[in-house]
């Protein structure tokens, strides 16, 4: 199985900061990455597939970067409905494995 | 709109059954694959299985492989979750997902709320 490993697993963050998340895998993945946001009792959301390609609706503020093993999500300006959970996902091979999520919490 | 609902989960011995079920409206059931991911605090999400817009392809975790059946009525738009022999740690918000289509891959790009599992004696 591939395993994903995110960093950090807690991010204290202000509005307006520019934050970055980082998420990698335990072999080549190519770019078959998704980044999903989780708030309490919600389910996931999509925000970028295949690395870098923001899904439809989600704001340009949320940015994906990186190929092979090395990965990471920035959000360039938080707004205050930003601090969340965040989560990678590879679906190169199955099992699709997630990482274990980066709480991004208010400083 | 899209949306997928989920029933069917509850309070469960170990060693018993139960069946998820997960309505879909809003799209065209019987074009997309979809899956069953679940979370549990401890591990976090876990994908759980696929299966194909036709039923013919399905695959599964090793923590759920023979356990677990997962299946589809297409002409119902719903789809299932089969647990057998469950296990205390398979305790766990149970979540379909619609596997999306366009951009390459097997992501899932809406998801239902969730139906909690608890198997405990």
């Known amino acids: 199985d591939i395993q994903m490993t995110q960093a950090p697993s807690t991010l204290s963050a202000s509005v307006g900061d520019r934050v970055t998340i980082t998420c990698r895998a335990s072999?080549?993945?190519?770019?078959?990455l998704a980044w999903y946001q989780q708030k309490p009792g919600k389910a996931p959301t999509l925000l970028i597939y295949k690395a870098s390609s923001l899904e439809s609706g989600v704001p340009s503020r949320f940015s994906g970067s990186g190929s092979g093993t090395e990965f990471t999500l920035t959000i360039s300006s938080l707004q205050p409905d930003d601090f969340a959970t965040y989560y990678c996902?590879?679906?190169?091979?199955?099992?699709?494995?997630f990482g274990q999520g980066t709480k991004l919490e208010i400083e | 709109q899209v949306q997928l609902v989920e029933s069917g989960g509850g309070v469960v011995q170990p060693g018993r059954s139960l069946r998820l079920s997960c309505a879909v409206s809003g799209f065209t059931f019987s074009t997309y694959a979809l899956h069953w991911v679940r979370q549990t605090p401890g591990k976090g999400l876990e994908w759980v299985a696929v299966i194909s817009n036709d039923g013919s392809d399905k695959y599964y975790a090793d923590s759920v492989k023979g356990r677990f059946t997962i299946s589809r009525d297409n002409p119902n738009n719903t789809l299932y979750l089969q647990m057998s022999s469950l296990r205390v740690e398979d305790t766990a918000i149970y979540y379909c997902?619609?596997?999306?289509?366009?951009?390459?891959?097997?992501?899932?790009?809406?998801w239902g709320q969730g139906s909690l599992v608890t198997v405990s004696s």
């Open positions: 996902q590879q679906y190169n091979s199955i099992p699709y494995t």
């Open positions: 997902a619609r596997q999306a289509r366009g951009g390459g891959g097997t992501y899932s790009d809406y």
């Open positions: 072999r080549s993945i190519t770019s078959w």
